[in-house]
T-cell receptor, first 116, second 112 residues
């Protein structure tokens, strides 16, 4: 079984459309993340949820809205897609220690979003 | 602000040769440091991590890294590179708020 699975793997869409990416983890972790990897391979955190509550919200346009129906799922909805949203989006999960550190992040295999 | 710098964007080594990938960090407190590897079309996989204790840490696939506080470095090494090690390598620091900050990545190519 895949520990962190995200769908779809590829997403090609037109500017202005609304799309969602889904993520599920079966590791029993209480924290999930969305990272964006740009064309230069730079990885930057977008959001983090802990037990369905938003704990990290970086400077991301409000067209991006994460939703966590339960702690095993963290979906990413994007409204009014723009050319600059083209990137690879990675979902990840971890179990935070009592001190707040990440023992280890488990990553999904990524969703390559292409906005035309 | 915390930051991670990987000075080398791309490195090419011959198969069987030794490897060292550089990583420098900027962080006020004791850092939690990580190395991740990303194979083409895949997510990231943890190679090793440093939290405390012995400054030389061993990871998977024969990799090791050494934490040097005086140099703010956490370089990744492997004595003998295999062709399957060709990938993108990321150094990261945890700001203890649950957020991993990644370096720009180093792409490793392996010559036969």
């Amino acid at each position: 079984d895949t520990a962190v699975s995200q769908t779809p793997k590829y997403l090609v869409t037109q500017m202005g459309n609304d799309k969602s990416i889904k993520c599920e983890q079966n590791l029993g972790h209480d924290t999930m993340y969305w990272y964006k990897q740009d064309s230069k391979k730079f990885l930057k955190i977008m959001f983090s949820y802990n037990n369905k509550e938003l704990i990290i919200n970086e400077t991301v346009p409000n067209r991006f809205s994460p939703k966590s129906p339960d702690k095993a799922h963290l979906n990413l909805h994007i409204n009014s897609l723009e050319l600059g949203d083209s990137a690879v989006y990675f979902c990840a999960s971890s179990q935070l220690s009592a001190g707040g550190s990440n023992e280890k992040l488990f990553f999904g295999s990524g969703t390559q979003l292409s906005v035309l | 602000a915390q930051s991670v710098t990987q000075p080398d964007i791309h490195i090419t080594v011959s198969e069987g040769a030794s490897l060292e990938l550089r990583c420098n960090y900027s962080y006020g407190a004791t850092p939690y440091l990580f190395w991740y590897v990303q194979s083409p079309g895949q997510g990231l996989q943890l190679l090793l991590k440093y939290f405390s204790g012995d400054t030389l840490v061993q990871g998977i696939k024969g990799f090791e890294a050494e934490f040097k506080r005086s140099q703010s470095s956490f370089n990744l090494r492997k004595p003998s590179v295999h062709w399957s090690d060709a990938a993108e390598y990321f150094c990261a620091v945890n700001n203890q708020g649950g957020k991993l900050i990644f370096g720009q990545g180093t792409e490793l190519s392996v010559k036969p």
